[in-house]
């Protein structure tokens, strides 16, 4: 009993992760029907920026001002720099290419992902970084929390998921109240019904990526809040994300949150029941089979074609 | 006067996917008058197995005009990317398939020659049973790999053969506990050290990897009769009915399917001979190493393989392997900080004549650079000396002449991530400026890839060269999405 706890703690925050990626795939992909393969290196970027600001503001042990104005911070800062680096991947890499055939803006977006894998290995070596949670406000990050049985729930790990949630209720309430939110939504049913409607679709699109890219942002905040995070981490998280975007059903965006939840839960429970070596293995084998079987995922609507 | 020529036969060909007046029509507009344009159309007559003989009588009089044995491997190296990219093309370039598992086929032709012919479980066929079966492997497992291509196409394809490639990098890395024995060796591979993987066996003679120190040519030309035979296969599988099909699959599955093409069995077929290819370049790269090792088939290499078959002109033979040719020479001259500087140099004045040509312009953005590096040099260093005293990477006359010019800071700190990023942005919004703005923009940023590349990137030519692959790849979609002598395609809509 104590391990299922455990194993459904790991799974919650490695879900959310994962479903806040997913986020930025379904909100692109809504949009632009574009697989954006860069997207897990703006994940990583994510992580590296809010290990700069860590470290500008005096590091995990010693903050300059206190430990949860830091986080805030760090996280803020990481997506801001994310949402500009995903306006400019959009801008540049993809912008060009809106009516090429579907093959070039996949291409494009491989060519994107290598550069910024490379680029940061170029700036930052490939070693590990860690933000050293553990230093944070004198361990109370790990030590305190609140206690299920005789397992105790670190605070860490209820920061991770309640922010997760929360930016998430936000990512809900702006797609479903705003104007801007009703645009995105009527671009993604028929961009161009909602171009005749006087839609400005490269707004909506510049916003999509904005969106995606902050939210990729914070998960790579909340990644390496974990975990160290290295220039690597950025593509098999994007690998899972994606995935768990295409389980929910990609464009849904409640479709994402479950998805991500799912791959979370699968991944921690294989690994902590079965085996950590083969974990990736099952998770892989679950998610061609479902690719197979209900591509429109759990929550998308099946895709006919109209020609 | 060019207009009163009779159209050429190359020309009224009928090709499937091409609108041939709107392709014709460029054509025409630009072929030369006069003696290029003479000689341009005598090229463009010469047959096409003229070329391949040619080409492979260069490659294999390369290790005796130059007879050093990184000249030859680097030759073997890039006769079996040409193989490489001639697989991916027919996937790819014909099916119009993205297959990302690509490489994995590599690998399984790799890992199963190594598991017939090695001590892993003291199985040694010979390598004239090896290979067919190593190729036949491929061929089921790509048929099999591509079965889902019948339900998934674009983005969602492209996802279940990257899951394929990372369940074989899983599979392969953690197969030393394969229910319980050691099938794959692990993150060790098989062979290594003591090299029991069997070299290539022909007619009672091993080839040795090396003799002497010196590596064995004959794997080079091995290789080489490998291209061969797979180059002119290809070409008559592509001017036959499968052919024509496949491109009409890739141009339009909905219409092909109307006119009676079996598309899930054209789109099987390609996965198939790509596969197949694949797995035939694995052999003989796991015959020459002795030994296979899991992280050879990574990320990085699809990659490469996919900027070979991009840049030359996916669809086009000739293009992947001018692409495979370029990319593995650009990638080993990279490798070398004194060589890949004089390339850096030269590419970036050959890009401003192709922009400019000789012209006020062209003066005034490289008087301009200079007199603004002169500038730059005399400021810092009166600033400080550790500004211009840093030893720069590799020698040579340029690197001595470029110190005058180039600021070196004996430590760069956080300068570097600065300077790159600003240079990446300048670069960017470079692409966007027009007139006498760009030109205004364009000296500043000529100086400060100078300093980045001396200062930052020369530093680090692993990351360099993989960053040049990744810029590679996004300016051929914007700039030339048919590559460099692919044929260029007319969006029919």
């Known amino acids: ?307 | 006067m060019s207009e009163q020529r009779p159209p050429e036969s190359a020309g009224t060909t009928p090709a499937v996917g091409k609108d041939e007046w709107v392709a014709r029509l460029d054509d025409n507009r630009a072929r030369r008058t006069g003696l290029p344009g003479v000689v341009e159309e005598r090229l463009r007559n010469v047959p096409w197995w003229a070329w391949l003989t040619l080409f492979v009588a260069a490659v294999a009089a390369l290790p005796i005009v130059y007879d050093s044995g990184y000249v030859r491997r680097v030759a073997f190296d890039t006769v079996v990317y040409m193989l490489l990219a001639l697989g991916l093309n027919v996937v790819v370039g014909w099916g119009g398939l993205l297959d990302l598992g690509y490489v994995a086929f590599y690998g399984i032709g790799a890992y199963s020659y190594a598991l017939l012919s090695s001590n892993q479980f003291d199985v040694h066929l010979p390598t004239l049973v090896t290979v067919p079966l190593v190729v036949a492997i491929g061929a089921v497992v790509g048929l099999l790999v591509g079965l889902p291509s019948r339900r998934l196409s674009g983005d969602y394809l492209a996802i279940v053969t990257l899951f394929f490639f990372q369940l074989f990098i899983v599979v392969v890395t953690n197969g030393d506990h394969l229910f319980g024995t050691n099938v794959t060796g692990g993150s060790n591979g098989i062979g290594g050290v003591e090299a029991d993987v069997d070299p290539f066996n022909l007619f009672g003679r091993d080839l040795v990897v090396s003799t002497g120190g010196i590596f064995n040519v004959w794997y080079l030309y091995v290789a080489l009769a490998f291209f061969v035979v797979v180059f002119v296969l290809l070409r008559f599988v592509n001017h036959s009915r499968i052919g024509r099909a496949w491109r009409s699959l890739r141009e339009d599955p909905l219409a092909a399917e109307m006119m009676g093409m079996p598309v899930n069995w054209l789109k099987l077929l390609a996965f198939s001979f790509g596969a197949a290819v694949a797995a035939l370049s694995g052999t003989i790269f796991a015959g020459l190493n002795g030994g296979v090792f899991p992280t050879t088939f990574a990320f990085p290499l699809l990659i490469t393989v996919y900027t070979m078959v991009i840049l030359g002109g996916s669809g086009s033979q000739a293009g992947v392997v001018v692409g495979a040719i370029l990319v593995n020479v650009l990638l080993e001259l990279l490798r070398d900080p004194g060589q890949s500087r004089y390339l850096f140099y030269f590419l970036i004045v050959v890009g401003l004549l192709a922009i400019f040509r000789l012209s006020v312009r062209l003066a005034v953005v490289l008087g301009g650079t200079i007199v603004l590096g002169f500038a730059v040099h005399a400021i810092a260093s009166s600033i400080s000396d550790a500004a211009v005293s840093g030893a720069s990477n590799g020698g040579g006359w340029l690197a001595d002449a470029l110190r005058q010019w180039v600021i070196t800071p004996s430590s760069l700190g956080a300068w570097a991530p600065i300077s790159y990023v600003a240079l990446v942005s300048l670069v960017l919004v470079l692409t966007l400026l027009a007139g006498w703005v760009r030109i205004a923009v364009l000296v500043p940023t000529l100086y400060l890839a100078a300093f980045v590349w001396e200062n930052v990137m020369l530093a680090k030519p692993e990351a360099t060269r993989f960053i040049v692959l990744g810029a590679i790849l996004v300016a051929v979609m914007i700039v030339r999405p048919s590559g460099l002598l692919g044929e260029k395609r007319v969006e029919i809509v």
């Open chain 1, 1 to 307: 009993m104590d391990n299922f706890i455990q194993f459904t703690v790991n799974a919650l925050t490695l879900g959310s992760v994962y479903a806040l990626i997913a986020l930025g795939y379904s909100l692109v992909y809504g949009i632009l029907k574009l697989l954006n393969f860069a997207h897990g290196d703006v994940f990583m970027v994510g992580a590296f920026i809010g290990f700069g600001v860590l470290q500008a503001l005096g590091g995990a042990a010693d903050p300059v001002i206190s430990i949860w104005f830091v986080l805030v911070l760090v996280m803020l800062s990481a997506m801001a720099g994310c949402a500009i680096l995903g306006v400019a991947i959009e801008r540049f890499a993809y912008r060009p290419l809106r009516n090429a055939p579907r093959i070039a803006p996949l291409i494009s977006a491989l060519g994107v992902s290598f550069f910024l894998t490379y680029s940061m290995q170029l700036m930052f070596g490939s070693q590990q970084r860690d933000y050293n949670a553990f230093a944070m406000a004198n361990g109370a990050l790990f030590f305190k929390g609140f206690d299920i049985g005789s397992v105790r729930v670190p605070l860490l790990r209820i920061v991770i998921v309640v922010s997760a949630f929360v930016l998430m209720i936000l990512l809900w309430l702006l797609v479903t109240k705003t104007r801007i939110g009703k645009a995105m939504r009527a671009t993604s049913y028929d961009r161009e019904a909602a171009a005749m409607m006087g839609i400005d679709i490269d707004r909506v699109i510049v916003f999509a990526f904005v969106l995606g890219s902050a939210l990729a942002g914070a998960a790579g905040v909340m990644f390496a809040l974990r975990a160290p995070a290295s220039v690597t981490i950025g593509f098999v998280a994007g690998l899972k994300g994606f995935t768990a975007a295409v389980i929910g059903g990609i464009g849904s965006i409640p479709g994402a949150m479950a998805g991500g939840l799912i791959l979370g839960f699968a991944e921690s429970f294989t690994q902590g029941y079965i085996s950590t070596r083969w974990s990736d293995l099952f998770v892989f084998l679950i998610l061609i089979a479902f690719m197979l079987l209900r591509p429109q995922g759990l929550f998308g609507k099946a895709d006919i074609k109209k020609v």
